[in-house]
């Protein structure tokens, strides 16, 4: 017999109880849906809708059907979603007290209670992955972060900076991922218990005292809102998907760095795989899948708004099909932000390439004269005319004379010579913020707290 089936003569056909069934995707909520129900029969007990014998009786059922799930109990599909098997179950071991349970309560109001439950949780296991990873880049600079590289626009050589200062400027976005789920968990940690169906309830309950059980910070005020509303889904989606274009980003590097072309870094053989066919191979495969999964999570956002951006004021089974999207988006994103934590984790960096006169360090030159009191346009064109100089001589910066840059602009001195350091060149970038070594120790100390 199913809960609704007063009105209706006959059940749904065996088709339609296949195509509506939701069970698979609900039996990952099992445990959110048994705290849901301990907190509104705890609730309707002190009210008095409830006598305290009715509810004890009704939590020790609960706690069986606990059990039963633990132990692997698979509901019949028949059943229809993990409300209607948890309500069947009690129904087993404790008789017709289990129709007691659904007092002033709907499936919608449970569903979204449950989904809040669920994926506080999982923002929660979220800042906690994305906390470890943001770790493990900065231990990264912390052992390796003073290996010189070029920093890149375009794809192209722009100016030496150090690793660290590279690796930093992940670790921030990561960072702003955190303040992000920390934003979005507090929407989430709404209390909709005791909305009912989406008009409230006629009964003395207590939606506070429910809220508070289930260390909510509140309830949602408009019982209509509290049942219909996605978009706090949407928004979680929204920060999975920021979040994984973070990742995929780092993921595209940490393919490009660890090919022969770059040869900066090797990833550990723990995040990598061989070839069927070529035993050279050391394919990096854990950071091409972190790219790879960054569509679903795209895709899983995308399905969210689709499906509620047209949907009438209150619930509709349209909103059944939130929780694959969610769960998928959520899962992926967590599983990503671990496995980028193991490849930093486990990595060796092998170091850049020589910089030693290198066309990078043209800026120099440019800043030299512009600190000489010459404009930045026309040192910027004077800098350019001798990289063209060099270009056409085959030359590289290093091998130019002091009369070759005083043939360019008589501002130049014997000092620019030095400035043709790469290294010297990195570390004169003191601005907040810079590439300098004591402005990577300063963020360091910021990402960790110091």
Not at 95 to 102: E, F, R, V
Not at 274 to 288: F, L, T, V, Y
Request: with cysteine; hydrophobic share 45%.
């Amino acid at each position: 017999m199913a809960l609704w089936d007063g009105r209706f003569e006959g059940g749904p056909s065996a088709e339609m109880q296949a195509f509506s069934e939701s069970l698979d995707t609900d039996m990952l909520m099992w445990r959110e849906d048994i705290a849901g129900s301990m907190a509104h029969v705890t609730m309707l007990g002190e009210v008095g809708l409830l006598t305290a014998e009715e509810a004890a009786t009704i939590r020790d059922g609960l706690s069986k059907v606990e059990k039963d799930l633990e132990a692997g109990w698979q509901p019949d599909i028949a059943l229809e979603d993990i409300h209607m098997a948890v309500e069947t179950k009690l129904g087993e071991h404790i008789g017709a007290l289990a129709g007691k349970l659904h007092t002033a309560r709907s499936r919608n109001d449970q569903v979204a209670t449950d989904v809040r439950l669920w994926l506080r949780t999982r923002l929660d296991i979220l800042d906690e992955s994305l906390a470890r990873l943001v770790g493990a880049i900065c231990d990264r600079v912390e052992a390796d972060g003073r290996t010189l590289v070029p920093g890149f626009t375009h794809l192209q050589r722009g100016q030496p900076i150090w690793l660290g200062h590279h690796l930093l400027a992940h670790a921030w976005s990561l960072h702003r991922d955190r303040e992000r789920v920390a934003d979005v968990r507090r929407r989430v940690n709404r209390s909709p218990l005791g909305a009912a169906a989406m008009a409230g309830t006629p009964h003395p309950i207590d939606r506070a005292r429910s809220a508070e059980l289930l260390s909510f910070e509140g309830v949602a005020e408009n019982a209509m809102d509290a049942v219909a509303a996605r978009d706090h889904l949407i928004e979680a989606a929204s920060v999975a998907t920021i979040c994984m274009v973070h990742l995929s980003r780092i993921a595209e590097e940490l393919v490009l760095w660890s090919s022969r072309e770059f040869d900066w870094i090797r990833l550990g053989e723990a995040w990598s795989t061989g070839s069927s066919i070529m035993p050279q191979k050391r394919n990096p495969d854990a950071p091409e899948l972190v790219r790879g999964k960054s569509g679903r999570v795209v895709g899983a956002l995308n399905a969210l708004i689709t499906m509620t951006k047209g949907l009438p004021m209150a619930y509709n089974r349209d909103l059944q099909e939130d929780r694959s999207a969610l769960f998928d988006a959520m899962h992926t994103t967590i599983a990503c932000v671990r496995v980028t934590a193991g490849c930093f984790e486990s990595m060796t960096i092998k170091g850049g390439p020589d910089l030693t006169g290198d066309f990078a360090l043209t800026t120099e030159l440019a800043d030299f004269l512009a600190g000489q009191g010459v404009p930045f346009r026309e040192a910027h064109h004077v800098a350019g005319g001798l990289v063209k100089l060099c270009e056409d001589s085959g030359q590289t910066l290093a091998e130019l004379s002091l009369a070759d840059l005083q043939a360019a602009h008589p501002a130049f001195t014997a000092e620019a010579l030095s400035w043709l350091d790469p290294e010297a060149a990195v570390e004169r970038r003191t601005s907040r913020g810079g590439t300098a070594w004591v402005e990577v120790k300063r963020q360091l100390g910021m990402l960790r707290g110091d």
